[in-house]
């Protein structure tokens, strides 16, 4: 059996000692998320790292990695619209969200039959997500997003134990870190528009209140157990609901619903863009 001894385990301390060191000179610079990413990548393997605010009624925005060469489509289909019905997303908008997690602690029960799963995410080709939550202020919230593909399969109890241990460091930093550069990233806020208005209006006139709430809960990936669970409601209520969803939308499937969302969401992105555009006269 192998042993640390004592002289082996200060050589360890020191070294990480120099790291975090190494990331302090950087807390004040641009250069400070690249220098994260290394530090990171020595306490975890990983595929891909990305860090993004999520801030309220404005689109997430990408601080790592910046230049949108790396970004692939499925990340920029996620920044400008995919978002809304992403999990970590809506346990960030929940206000008490969990420090250390895996997507798999937080996403839905039936998250991988979504059609944001489908449409969005599996294009990242993630075997395991994990994300380390910052609560930068009452309104913003900092996430590392760390995704493992299957050459690398899911985290080690390691080193998911290595990250919690150093959370209270890495959310230190990058406090301190956004109190010197924000000013640098939140000139790309562009706000979120009618993005949240979509969930909370789609079938406004069609469905009833509990019928519009339950459809916003499908298209974010719950069964109908976890929605009576949730409104506290008994199962069968939830299947009836859910069949009156269909009846009353002339749909029969989630890629149904989905698809409606969608051409909602455009029509209030249209009607957004058209606010206090001149209207055409009419020709004499």
């Not at 929940?94 to 039936?110: F, M, Y």
Request: aromatic share 8%; with cysteine; hydrophobic share 40%.
């Amino acid at each position: 059996m192998n042993h640390i001894s004592r002289s082996d385990s200060l050589m360890l301390n020191r070294s990480m000692q120099k790291k975090i060191a190494s990331l302090i000179d950087h807390i004040r610079l641009r250069s400070f998320p690249n220098a994260l990413a290394d530090f990171l990548a020595g306490l975890c393997h990983f595929d891909s790292i990305i860090m993004v605010t999520y801030k309220e009624s404005f689109k997430p925005v990408m601080v790592f990695p910046m230049d949108k060469a790396q970004q692939s489509q499925a990340l920029k289909l996620y920044l400008e619209k995919s978002y809304i019905l992403d999990p970590l997303y809506n346990v960030i908008k929940s206000g008490n969200p969990p420090e250390v997690c895996r997507l798999n602690d937080i996403a839905p029960d039936s998250f991988e039959s979504t059609e944001y799963y489908q449409t969005c995410y599996k294009d990242f080709n993630f075997a395991d997500e994990i994300n380390m939550i910052i609560q930068l202020d009452n309104q913003i919230g900092f996430a590392i997003t760390i995704g493992r593909n299957d050459n690398l399969s899911s985290i080690t109890r390691a080193e998911l134990n290595r990250l919690n241990d150093i959370f209270p460091v890495i959310n230190s930093l990058v406090r301190q870190f956004w109190l010197s550069q924000s000013q640098e990233y939140v000139k790309y806020e562009k706000s979120e528009g009618p993005m949240q208005q979509a969930l909370s209006t789609f079938g406004s006139g069609i469905l009833t209140p509990r019928e519009q709430e339950i459809s916003a809960l499908i298209l974010q990936g719950h069964s109908s157990k976890a929605i009576a669970n949730q409104l506290n409601i008994s199962l069968g209520t939830v299947k009836v609901h859910r069949k009156n969803i269909h009846t009353r939308l002339n749909t029969s499937t989630q890629s149904e619903i989905f698809t409606l969302f969608l051409l909602h969401l455009s029509e209030l992105e249209t009607a957004a863009a058209n606010v206090g555009q001149p209207q055409e006269q009419p020709a004499p």
